[in-house]
């Protein structure tokens, strides 16, 4: 029996922000809170640190950096996750400069 050659997949290339194009609203603030909670789960393991000894220093519960880790991160606020970085030892600089189109975008870039 002769054997059919798989029709190629169509591609579909994104913007760069997976939130965006699943339609999510705010999907810049979303893009922003996952790459900082990225950077905190990054630290966390670099540190080698328990959940329970990371949330005492970033100042939230365990059970909020358990559900964090595991990308349950709606309750908590862009400035909280910047504090948390603080807390672990990380220094974030904010950079604001004029936007090429009337409306602005929020970036984040991880050195």
Known sequence: MPSKKPEPAAVEFGSGNVFAD??????DKL???SGLVFEITRA???QQLSQAEAGRRMGIPQPKVSAMMR???A???ERKLMDCLTRLGYDIEIKVTP???QVGQLLLSIA
């Open 22 to 27: 699943l339609g999510l609203p705010e999907a």
């Open 31 to 33: 893009k922003i809170k």
């Open 44 to 46: 966390i393991r670099d």
């Open 71 to 73: 990308g349950d991160f």
């Open 75 to 77: 309750n908590l606020s």
């Open 99 to 101: 936007a090429a189109e």
